[in-house]
């Protein structure tokens, strides 16, 4: 639950730190605009994309706050707190991941790859076991009585036609002697 907010915390706060070091303002509000040079702080494709990843950082951290909050409550079923564990667990390595990325470091052989591979395979896990609840099922006890009322009648193989055994009987009878 911490770790969540500290990682969010420690990129937040080391974008701040190399801001505050290089003494560099903040244009437009972003305030990765102090490392780009002018062509890119001008270049209004850019800065669509970089307001996007801050809003995105936005919406991330409100989004965790939330869940950490329904955590918190501990009123979720069984199934509702497996999928919001994932969420966290998921969104905890990928936060994790990129700031091991931003701060330059090889990420491919870092315990953090791990822990991606091990969520993305519970994700699965649990993708697969709603699905096999979701299945049709057989409903047995209807399955049993026609499976009963059909084995009341009996039937005979007449000259390649399949009779009842009462009709095979009685055309015995009717048959000229």
């Known amino acids: 639950m911490l770790l969540i ?3 969010i915390f420690m990129f937040r706060t080391t974008v701040a730190l190399n801001m505050a070091e290089e003494n560099q303002a903040v244009d437009n509000g972003l305030p990765c605009n102090a490392y780009l040079d002018t062509r890119l702080q001008e270049d209004e494709s850019m800065q669509r994309i970089l ?3 801050y809003s995105s950082i936005e919406l991330l951290e409100a989004d965790t706050e939330k869940a950490l909050a329904l ?11 497996i999928k919001l564990d994932n969420y966290l667990v ?3 390595s990928t936060l994790f991941f990129i700031y091991l990325k ?3 470091e090889d990420v491919s052989n870092h315990a953090v790859m791990h822990d991606l591979r091990r969520t993305r395979d519970l994700l699965a896990r649990y993708r697969e076991i709603n699905e096999a609840l979701a299945a049709p099922r057989l409903d047995m006890p209807a399955a049993k009585r026609f499976i009963a009322a ?11 036609v399949m009779v009842t055994v009462k009709q095979y009987n009685k055309s015995k009878e009717e048959a000229p002697k």
């Open 150 to 160: 059909g084995t009341h009648t009996r039937f005979v193989d007449m000259n390649g």
């Open 71 to 81: 955590q918190a409550e501990r009123r979720l079923n069984t199934n509702e707190q």
């Open 90 to 92: 998921y969104s905890n």
């Open 51 to 53: 307001k996007t990843f």
């Open 102 to 104: 931003l701060q330059g």
């Open 5 to 7: 907010e500290s990682v």
